[in-house]
């Protein structure tokens, strides 16, 4: 029965996310900790772009953690905090950015680009049911004679 048991628990770890937070960083106060999670969860990783940095192990995620931690035990709220490191980093560093400003555009962009689409598509549909239908010419007597030669052979 143990072998089993360590049998599926090694089966299924590579499913097990894979969280690079190192013991020495872990807070103390549970709910500190619990916010500075929630937080690392919504920044992303400079080095890695894929991951946030909860789950990446490059240095510099590494060191976002670090800060994350160090800015919540000095009072920040964690807005407070995420301005803080858009500030030094850029809204690069943030998975979901404000839909204002200049970020505005992008978040248009793609479903205006769809709409466009559409729109062009459904004009290119109609032009083609409303277009007349080409008419066939018939074959020439030179070419009857020749193909009823090949059907022949």
């Given at each position: 029965?143990?072998?089993?048991?360590?049998?599926?628990?090694?089966?299924?770890?590579?499913?097990?996310?894979?969280?690079?937070?190192?013991?020495?960083?872990?807070?103390?106060?549970?709910?500190?900790?619990a916010?500075?999670?929630?937080?690392?969860?919504?920044?992303?990783?400079?080095?890695?772009?894929?991951?946030?940095?909860?789950?990446?192990?490059?240095?510099?995620?590494?060191?976002?953690?670090?800060?994350?931690?160090?800015?919540?035990?000095?009072g920040?709220?964690?807005?407070?905090?995420?301005?803080?490191?858009?500030?030094?980093?850029?809204?690069?560093?943030?998975?979901?950015?404000?839909?204002s400003?200049?970020?505005?555009?992008?978040?248009?962009?793609?479903?205006?680009?769809?709409?466009?689409?559409?729109?062009?598509?459904?004009?290119?549909?109609?032009?083609r049911?409303?277009?007349?239908?080409?008419?066939?010419?018939?074959?020439?007597?030179?070419?009857?004679?020749?193909?009823?030669?090949?059907?022949?052979?």
């Amino acid at each position: 029965m143990r072998a089993l048991i360590l049998s599926l628990a090694l089966a299924l770890t590579p499913l097990a996310p894979a969280l690079a937070v190192q013991p020495d960083e872990v807070l103390p106060d549970p709910a500190l900790e619990a916010r500075a999670r929630e937080l690392s969860k919504v920044l992303r990783c400079p080095v890695c772009q894929a991951e946030n940095i909860d789950e990446s192990n490059a240095e510099l995620s590494r060191d976002l953690r670090l800060l994350v931690r160090e800015r919540l035990v000095e009072g920040d709220s964690d807005q407070e905090v995420l301005d803080f490191v858009v500030a030094r980093y850029g809204e690069y560093v943030l998975f979901k950015p404000d839909a204002s400003g200049t970020n505005l555009i992008l978040w248009l962009a793609g479903p205006a680009m769809l709409l466009l689409g559409l729109g062009a598509a459904a004009v290119y549909l109609r032009g083609r049911k409303s277009a007349p239908e080409p008419t066939v010419a018939g074959l020439s007597e030179d070419e009857r004679k020749r193909l009823a030669e090949i059907l022949k052979e």
